[in-house]
């Protein structure tokens, strides 16, 4: 392992990465999905309104990409700290 | 070839499958029955997952839940997001770390970062209710799909099933089960997904399920949503509108919280992700089982709305290009002599279907009933069958005028009802005469609803026992590693050998398999009532206990075992106010009803509350008494970083 400050480095941005990905997952699946549903009828996605569609496909779409997305930063921040495998 | 030989052929092919994968994968030492060795590539594992992930539920029950829930459609995406959206905490927040821990159990964990024998004891005892629970739907959905396609009885069938998991799981542990579940995932998508494309072209004509949710109507040249049209009908009908918004937002978050956080907390989806060689490939095996879980849950919904539509169109067929009631309702004399309606018959006897020609005018009427003419109904129906009962010599006078009595008022509750512009009592109608539509109906009877060749419907046979079957052994798995690994060599034997523990996880698993087929057919009634309290011990218990030995040096030993404490206790009491004390039924305090319930929450709900009771008493009694001692401190640092996971064994 890295010396201690550099292993709070990489902590740090690991968990930065975490905040902003947790804010993503939530905001497609409680805020378009459930809580903003009623205020954005009007937009639709084909034949279902966006809350609709967030709620029974949209959000779970977003939900790969968050994990292959952060999979992927956090393989470049292994290595930027050298403590990859 | 007839359809039960089909069927048997079909079945027949998988099994042999799967026991030939099972001598083909199995175990020779504890790391490979624990962890399969810690050499399954990422996709294959995440494959895996998403068979031991997916059960008989997500399979059979998932897309009828959603179809028919009496307050419409959407309000069950709580069950789409909070089953998908837990592989997100899961990835970013657990299995990287777990893996980097390189030991075999949750307990385990539990116990060494919080260095107490207590709370890993305490974690075993979580880990065995959930697991317990949820495995006895597993083997009911074993017997029962057995019973509605291969012609034996649901205890044969959860025989069959038994010793076919005995043969693979005690053979092969995890490193059997992962395998065969690969093969069972790829079974049980062409399962699901194959009707679902025929449907959706049917009805929209777009090959994409995902995309015929959003599409057209077709039968009306596309310019109507199938959602649109979908609305339109079973309002007509006195259902409620299946977009519409959910009645108690608040509650569909917490639900959908509960079940999100609970997925993350659950030990057998937990353990799958120990088996990979790296902690990169932890997290991109998260990313894979979400993508194979994927093809189901954004299919789950359109087989659900799109069945839901062919169901009503069917029974009025009017509904196919105008209003359901511009035409007659289905005629009985249809049903029988059209072929292609010949799985209402079919379906009739496994009683799945019920229906009843109320007012005998030989056509069966499909609609919501009004709350008074069902009540009314009701009582009619009790009255005639009190009179029916009756002694031959016993006085009939006085219930054949109770029988008259409740006529009229259904006469009258069916003068004052309305449909559309027109009373029930002006259409001729005396009640809904399509009695029952069970959930699972909209998936196993799917095939043939749409015409399908017989292949089709012998393959959604071998893809229900793949579901079951697959989720059966992963939380087997998860219960004797538990018991030979955290209780025995863990607690009463330290010194067992290596090979003395293999020995005892295989007899572990051979007891929690005949446990299992046990509860299985002689189920506590109240099986369909434990799923919740397995998402919610979960979600209260073993995710925020986790989280915090990762995110935080400074949870201790006491503050662990207080959280986890409060959090079970919390999460099982409002549990059981509701549901009856230890599930009995008529010990509970209060009706389960949500005018009754703590600001509207749902005892389905409660999990998420149970995690953040957990998380303060955590901190609160961790705040007050002394922090984690420096090995301890160094065990957290050293999960955090990839670098130096054990490594891993090719087999």
Not at chain 2, 139 to 150: A, D, E, N, W
Not at chain 2, 233 to 258: C, I, P, Q, R
Not at chain 2, 627 to 635: E, G, I, R, S, Y
Request: charged content about 15%; overall charge neutral; glycine content about 10%.
């Amino acid at each position: 392992m890295a010396d201690k400050s550099s292993a709070n480095a990489y902590w740090a941005a690991n968990v930065r990465i975490i905040l902003i990905s947790l804010a993503v997952w939530f905001v497609c699946s409680y805020g378009l999905g459930i809580l903003l549903r009623p205020a954005l009828k009007g937009i639709m996605v084909g034949g279902a309104d966006l809350g609709f569609w967030f709620a029974q496909n949209g959000s779970i779409y977003v939900f790969i990409v968050l994990i292959f997305v952060y999979a992927r930063m956090m393989g470049k921040i292994d290595k930027e700290h050298g403590v990859e495998e | 070839m007839d359809q039960f030989t089909l069927n048997l052929i079909v079945v027949g092919i998988t099994f042999a499958i799967y026991i030939g994968i099972a001598i083909w994968a199995r175990a020779g030492s504890t790391a490979e029955f624990y962890a399969a060795g810690q050499g399954v590539p990422p996709v294959m594992n995440g494959m895996a997952t998403g068979a031991d992930w997916m059960s008989a539920a997500s399979f059979i029950s998932m897309a009828g839940i959603i179809a028919l829930a009496p307050a419409g459609g959407y309000e069950q995406s709580a069950f789409l997001m909070g089953w998908t959206g837990g592989y997100v905490l899961l990835a970013l927040l657990l299995a990287p770390y777990l893996r980097k821990f390189g030991k075999f159990t949750v307990p385990e964990f539990i116990g060494d970062r919080f260095y107490s024998g207590g709370a890993r004891l305490l974690a075993v005892i979580c880990l065995i209710i959930i697991s317990v629970t949820y495995v006895i739907g597993q083997m009911r959905g074993v017997g029962v799909t057995f019973s509605r396609f291969l012609e034996v009885s649901t205890d044969t069938g959860l025989y069959i099933g038994g010793a076919l998991v005995f043969i693979y799981a005690v053979l092969g542990g995890m490193k059997g089960i992962t395998y065969t579940q690969v093969a069972q995932y790829v079974v049980l998508i062409i399962a699901y997904t194959v009707p679902a494309i025929f449907i959706s072209l049917q009805l929209t004509g777009s090959a994409l399920p995902q995309l015929g949710l959003i599409g057209g109507y077709a039968p009306q040249g596309g310019e109507v949503s199938m959602l649109a049209k979908l609305d339109s009908v079973v309002t007509e009908l006195g259902f409620k509108a299946y977009t519409s918004d959910s009645a108690n937002m608040f509650n569909m978050f917490l639900f959908t919280m509960s079940l999100m956080i609970g997925t993350a907390g659950l030990p057998h989806v937990i353990i799958r992700f120990f088996t990979v060689p790296k902690v990169a490939d932890a997290r991109s095996s998260a990313g894979w089982s979400l993508v194979f879980i994927a093809l189901l849950y954004t299919v789950a919904p359109a087989v659900g709305s799109m069945a839901r539509l062919n169901l009503t169109t069917t029974f009025w067929p009017g509904a196919e290009t105008g209003t359901a009631l511009s035409a007659p309702a289905l005629s009985i004399a249809e049903i029988d002599s059209n072929p292609e309606l010949s799985w209402i018959r079919t379906w009739e006897k496994t009683g799945l279907l019920a229906m009843s020609d109320k007012n005998g005018d030989g056509m069966i009427q499909y609609f919501s009933e009004p709350k008074p003419v069902a009540d009314a109904g009701k009582a009619l129906a009790d009255a005639q069958k009190a009179l029916t009962d009756a002694a031959a010599d016993a006085d009939k006078a006085p219930l054949e005028a109770k029988v008259a009595e409740a006529t009229t008022a259904l006469d009258a509750a069916l003068a004052e009802a309305k449909l559309g512009d027109k009373t029930l009592a002006e259409l001729g109608f005396k009640g809904n005469e399509l009695t029952k539509v069970d959930n699972d109906i909209m998936v196993l009877a799917n095939p043939e609803i749409a015409a399908l060749p017989g292949w089709v419907v012998a393959l959604v046979a071998a893809g229900a026992l793949a579901a079951a079957l697959s989720t059966a052994a992963g939380l087997l798995l998860a219960i004797s590693s538990a018991i030979s690994h955290d209780l025995i060599k863990g607690s009463i034997n330290p010194n067992l050998s290596e090979k003395a523990e293999l020995m005892w996880a295989r007899v572990a698993m051979t007891g929690a398999i005949i446990v299992a087929t046990y509860l299985g057919l002689n189920p506590p009634g109240f099986a369909a009532q434990v799923v919740a309290l397995a998402f919610g011990l979960a979600a209260a218990t073993i995710f925020p206990t986790l989280m915090m030995g990762i995110f935080s040096k400074r949870i201790n030993k006491e503050g662990a075992i207080a959280g986890m404490f409060a959090g079970l206790v919390f999460t099982s009491v409002y549990i059981f106010m509701y549901k009856g004390w230890f599930f009995f039924p008529g010990t509970n305090w209060l009706p389960d009803t949500p005018d009754q319930y703590f600001f509207g929450i749902s005892p389905l709900s409660i999990g998420t509350i149970g995690a953040v009771v957990n998380f303060v008493v955590a901190f609160v009694v961790s705040g007050a008494t002394k922090a984690p001692p420096q090995h301890v401190v160094d065990l957290i640092e050293s999960i955090r970083v990839p670098k130096g996971a054990g490594q891993a064994q090719s087999h």
